[in-house]
């Protein structure tokens, strides 16, 4: 029988390795300007835990790590692209999630956010931020509680 110390070890470097290769991977997947690009960085991660794993001779338990840095990069990936493609794609659309990712794959705002990425330019702002008037709003809500205490003095 399996020792519990064992069990709750093995969780909780799998977890952490998982948030570990998430945060990586996403990383990597903004960084992938191209469907090409990023079919290449799912290679490396898939190469890096085979050669960890193979290569490494590590305890039982330490093998929890490659394992969670490989899920955690391929998921960080995509999520860091910002579209479905290949397997991701079918995926997606069967379970209806990432309506985003599928959205941009089938626009090719994608493609547009990637070639601004690319050209050094910023993101477009979703707000704006500018005050049309001279007076802020809440400017003008202090006036008018003035105003009103001053009529009722």
Same mark, same amino acid.
């Given at each position: +029988?399996?020792?519990?110390? !064992? &069990? &709750?070890?093995?969780?909780?470097?799998?977890? !952490? *390795?998982?948030? #570990?290769? !998430?945060?990586?991977?996403?990383?990597?997947?903004?960084?992938?300007?191209?469907?090409?690009?990023?079919? =290449?960085?799912?290679? /490396?991660?898939?190469?890096?835990?085979? !050669? #960890?794993?193979?290569?490494?001779?590590?305890?039982?338990?330490?093998?929890?790590?490659?394992? $969670? =840095? =490989?899920?955690? %990069?391929?998921?960080?990936?995509? +999520?860091?692209? $910002?579209?479905?493609?290949?397997?991701? @794609?079918?995926?997606?659309?069967?379970?209806?999630?990432?309506? %985003?990712?599928?959205?941009?794959?089938?626009?090719?705002?994608?493609? /547009?956010?990637?070639?601004?990425?690319?050209?050094?330019?910023?993101?477009?702002?979703? &707000? *704006?931020?500018? *005050?049309?008037?001279?007076? *802020?709003?809440?400017?003008?809500?202090?006036?008018?509680?003035?105003?009103? @205490?001053?009529?009722?003095?």
């Amino acid at each position: +029988m399996t020792d519990p110390a !064992f &069990i &709750i070890c093995f969780a909780l470097l799998l977890i !952490f *390795s998982i948030y #570990i290769g !998430f945060l990586a991977g996403n990383r990597a997947g903004e960084h992938a300007l191209t469907d090409r690009a990023y079919w =290449l960085y799912n290679v /490396a991660a898939v190469a890096l835990c085979v !050669f #960890i794993t193979a290569l490494v001779p590590l305890p039982a338990m330490l093998y929890a790590t490659p394992l $969670g =840095l =490989l899920a955690g %990069a391929l998921m960080g990936l995509k +999520m860091g692209y $910002g579209e479905s493609v290949g397997p991701w @794609k079918a995926i997606d659309r069967f379970y209806s999630r990432n309506r %985003a990712h599928q959205r941009a794959a089938e626009t090719g705002s994608a493609r /547009a956010r990637r070639a601004r990425r690319r050209a050094g330019e910023r993101e477009p702002d979703l &707000i *704006s931020v500018e *005050s049309r008037n001279t007076t *802020s709003h809440t400017d003008q809500h202090d006036a008018a509680g003035a105003a009103a @205490k001053r009529k009722k003095r």
